[in-house]
């Protein structure tokens, strides 16, 4: 099988092609990734060399590139790429329109030109908006977004959607809650914290720190998605959670305990505009219909991210200043 990855210099995508390198000996691997300040060939450096994998830099709105991509015998594309911090979208959305739903659209228009037969676009939970303190977004809970990024993305779904409802185009979407795990740019919440922490800094806790996630562990995230490659249904919209909700206190509590650092390093800070209070996923489909089931404990994965960042400061520590500065 022969897959074209975007954005697979990111996190997700690049734990993705690593997982799937090791599961699939005879599967092949282009990454097309634009090397924005989130996409780090460091973290794939070990593959460089597999003859199984191939990195094109260049844009996915780069209808002329993407369309060559395209006619390389692919068997599926993963659409990972994305501009993806919820904060960076407040201060500025524009970018996530261009890359998000300008795109995603080139995608499916080029991966429909070539007649590929499977084109799965990774979303978020963001795109359902808030919930109460009860209840679960299941796959027909209604869209409502509420940051500029989580509106690029819901549009972007639309549009796979509209090309599966107009032209039959095998796509599938999939809507995941947040990720943690190796390779996280240092600027998402969890590594932002472990780092943070390793030099003693403060780590800063928007409003009340009541807010609440499903936090999955990356690897979790893209079983669920090679189940989804292998068995799922065109058209269909999969959910993927792991029933493991906390709130940010929590999370904050669970490393100052796990890294034995002190309670003086919680600093409050003003809350994130249109900040959602919880979203919470029903995985049920994807459990019933694929078999996938999440393997890993919030606890052990938290513990396995901590003894990451703490053995691979030579990764995350230059792409930390860069941001800084
Ligand atoms: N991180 C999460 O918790 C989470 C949860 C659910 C869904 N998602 C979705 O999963 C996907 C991957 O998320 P991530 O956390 O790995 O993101 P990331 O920010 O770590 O990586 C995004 C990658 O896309 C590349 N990119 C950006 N714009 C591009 C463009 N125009 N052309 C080509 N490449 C471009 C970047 O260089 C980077 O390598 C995104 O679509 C995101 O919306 C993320």
Redesign the pocket.
Known sequence: MKILV????????GNFIRLFLNEKPDGQVVN?????Y???LESLKDLESDPRYRFVK????DEVLVGELMKDNIDVVVH??????VDRSIKDPHVFL??NIL?THNLLNCARDAGIPRFVN????EVYGSLGPTGYFTEESPIQPNSPYSAS?TSADLFCRAFFETYSFPVITTR????YGPY??PE?LIPFFITNLMDDQPVPIYGDGLNIRDWIHVEDHNRALMAVIEKGKPGEVYNIGSRQEKTNMEITEILLEEMGKPDSLKKYVQDRLGHDRRYAIDPEKLEKELGWKPQKSFEQGIKDAVAWYRANEGWWRPLKEKVST
Not at 6 to 13: K, L, P, Q, R, Y
Not at 32 to 36: I, P, Y
Not at 176 to 179: A, S, T
């Open positions: 975007t954005g697979g210099a990111g996190f997700i995508g097309l990734d634009k090397l924005t989130a996409g780090n260049g844009d996915i709105c990972f790429a994305a501009e993806s911090h261009y890359t795109g990774v979303s978020t939970d993305k995941c809650c947040n990720n996280q740019f998402k």
